[in-house]
Nanobody
Framework: QLQLVESGGGLVQPGGSLRITCAASRSTLEYYAIGWFGQAPGKEREGVAS????????NYADSVKGRFTVSRDKNKNTVYLQMNSLKPEDTAVYYCAATLGYSDYGPPLRAPYMYDYWGQGNQVTVSS
């Protein structure tokens, strides 16, 4: 099965930037669309951003639109979430998830059940 690993999280100040990474262990992500989900303390997991298998299409939650950017590097077999202008409310454990069937369109953010594989999560804390 596909095993996903998130990395790059940490502590940043409000207004700062961070880039987190989703990578596959011993597998290719070429055919998978990738979604990013965040789970804040005491809250349910919410879709943040997603990117199609081809990388041509993306989706963003309204709360992060204009601040976050999801991208992928086929050569490095990696998907990134660039997080700019970070706010304390962005603090969450961020998970990447993979699904097939979305080669040309970004997978939905409100249907986590459609994702077949999930990483372990990576903590992002925004605080002064």
């Amino acid at each position: 099965q596909l095993q996903l690993v998130e990395s790059g999280g940490g502590l940043v100040q409000p207004g700062g930037s961070l880039r987190i990474t989703c990578a596959a262990s011993r597998s290719t992500l070429e055919y998978y669309a990738i979604g990013w989900f965040g789970q804040a303390p005491g809250k349910e997991r919410e879709g943040v951003a997603s990117i199609s298998g081809s990388g041509a299409s993306t989706n963003y939650a309204d709360s992060v639109k204009g601040r976050f950017t999801v991208s992928r590097d086929k050569n490095k077999n990696t998907v990134y979430l660039q997080m700019n202008s970070l706010k304390p409310e962005d603090t969450a454990v961020y998970y990447c998830a993979a699904t097939l069937g979305y080669s040309d369109y970004g997978p939905p953010l409100r249907a986590p059940y459609m994702y077949d594989y999930w990483g372990q999560g990576n903590q992002v804390t925004v605080s002064s």
